[in-house]
């Protein structure tokens, strides 16, 4: 296959000539794209001569005087000629820049024209790789769905010790690998995905709700549309941009998710309700204000729908049926007790007591209890990688079903 390796200015860029003898050995084609910054470490001419092909270097000068650099204004030509990105050593600057869709250079831009998959793997100071906004960052391209190669921990170059350097470049040439045959495996299927808190109205101005943040649903909604699948997201209220090849479809109250849920059930061939559903309402909403004239209120609640109960029990056998269970303690048993009382084949567990993973959290670490009896923990990670651990256990499952089932 066609690869870029794009080669960002840091120390770490020396060993991304081992990358690419091992891209090259792994049977690919390799144009390797320096940046300015990349050149001043390491010469062209080693990355030219482990490829067999000139180095992209700047966007617009067309005199270069070294014969082993070519000057390319065909970014786009080379974004539609390769299979893949990969990006190492990606410096803080690299990563700000893709992050923000700045197009500076020849890399840059090229990011930007890539139509496919990026890999990423960052190099740099610990204290850059751990500053918040090195983090916003490498959240907002793995949510873009880029795969990131985590830095390693260790002695570095500035002579700190931490994380930021260089995974090593036979776990990234593997990355590679991985991303070049990743499956598309959930083509043709139609996932319907709930997401975030309900809103339930008290007053025309208050509210009852949840510190759901939506990232979760979120994330299952781009691993699944990633992998090919036709995807349905109904959300309650979120702060979060509608995941791309994504339909949303925005609610506000436990009613309205469930009359959008029955609306679009028929044809689904996954459903998760990753949202988590505020349990009470008042039926009966004042059309003005309240004032606080009383010194004491109560309020007097009902049961909003069980969306999931009721989507256990009208189901059809051929539809998989995966329901969250938000615990602050017995996780195990109460993942299972929902999975038996509400008639699903997976309950994705969490602890939401804790303070890093959970509701406003980019990570999670979850329990997945299956029909099948099993329970799988998944550690923690970012909640796009678990996304997609939810959903290659979903496949698998489904496999064991029918395998049982004798379809
Ligand atoms: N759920 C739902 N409709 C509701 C409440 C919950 O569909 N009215 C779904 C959630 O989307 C989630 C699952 O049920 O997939 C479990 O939600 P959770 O709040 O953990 O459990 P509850 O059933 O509400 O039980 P409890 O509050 O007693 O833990």
Excluded at 107 to 125: E, I, K, Q, R
Excluded at 256 to 282: C, N, P, S, W, Y
Excluded at 385 to 397: M, P, S, Y
Aim: hydrophobic residues 45%; contains cysteine.
């Amino acid at each position: 296959m066609k690869v870029v390796l794009g080669v960002g200015g840091g120390i770490a860029a020396y060993k991304a000539a081992e990358l690419a003898r091992a891209l090259v050995q792994n049977g690919h084609a390799v144009q390797v794209v320096m940046t300015a910054g990349a050149r001043e470490f390491v010469r062209p001419l080693t990355f030219a001569a482990l490829t067999g092909r000139k180095v992209i270097g700047d966007l617009f000068s067309s005199a270069t005087p070294d014969a082993t650099l070519s000057s390319a204004v065909e970014h786009i030509a080379v974004a539609q000629e390769n299979d893949l990105l990969i990006v190492a050593p990606a410096t803080a600057d690299l990563l700000a820049r893709f992050a923000h869709g700045l197009a500076s250079d020849f890399l840059t831009t090229l990011y930007l024209a890539f139509p496919g998959p990026v890999v990423l793997a960052p190099a740099m100071n610990t204290n850059m790789w751990t500053h918040p906004a090195t983090q916003a960052n490498l959240e907002a391209l793995r949510r873009r769905g880029h795969r990131v190669v985590e830095p390693g921990e260790g002695f570095l170059a500035c002579g700190m010790t931490g994380p930021g350097r260089l995974a090593e470049p036979a776990e990234i040439a593997a990355a590679v690998e991985a991303e070049l045959h990743r499956r598309r495996d959930l083509e043709g299927e139609t996932v319907l995905i709930t997401a975030g808190p309900t809103q339930e109205p008290l007053d025309p101005v208050r509210y009852i709700s949840n510190r759901s943040s939506g990232k979760m649903g979120y994330a299952l909604a781009e691993a699944a549309a990633a992998r090919g699948a036709r995807v349905t997201l109904i959300s309650g209220p979120v702060h979060l941009p509608p995941p791309r090849g994504v339909k949303v479809i925005p609610v506000r109250t436990a009613a309205e998710m469930r009359d959008q849920v029955f609306a679009h059930l028929q044809g689904t061939d996954i459903i998760i309700k990753a949202a988590a559903v505020a349990d009470f309402h008042l039926s009966k909403v004042p059309q003005q204000k309240v004032k606080k004239t009383a010194a004491r209120i109560s309020l007097e609640l009902d049961p909003t729908p069980d969306i999931l109960s009721e989507l256990g029990r009208k189901k059809d056998s051929r539809q998989l049926l995966v329901g969250f269970a938000a615990e602050t303690e017995n996780l195990p048993q109460e993942a299972r007790r929902k999975l038996e009382a509400k008639n699903c084949d997976m309950i994705v567990g969490n602890l939401v007591n804790r303070e890093d993973v959970g509701f406003e959290s980019d990570q999670n670490e979850v329990i997945l209890a299956l029909r099948t009896g099993e329970t799988i923990p998944l550690a923690r990670a970012s909640k796009r990688e678990v996304a997609d651990r939810i959903f290659d256990e979903i496949l698998k499952l489904r496999l064991a079903i029918y395998a049982t089932d004798e379809h």
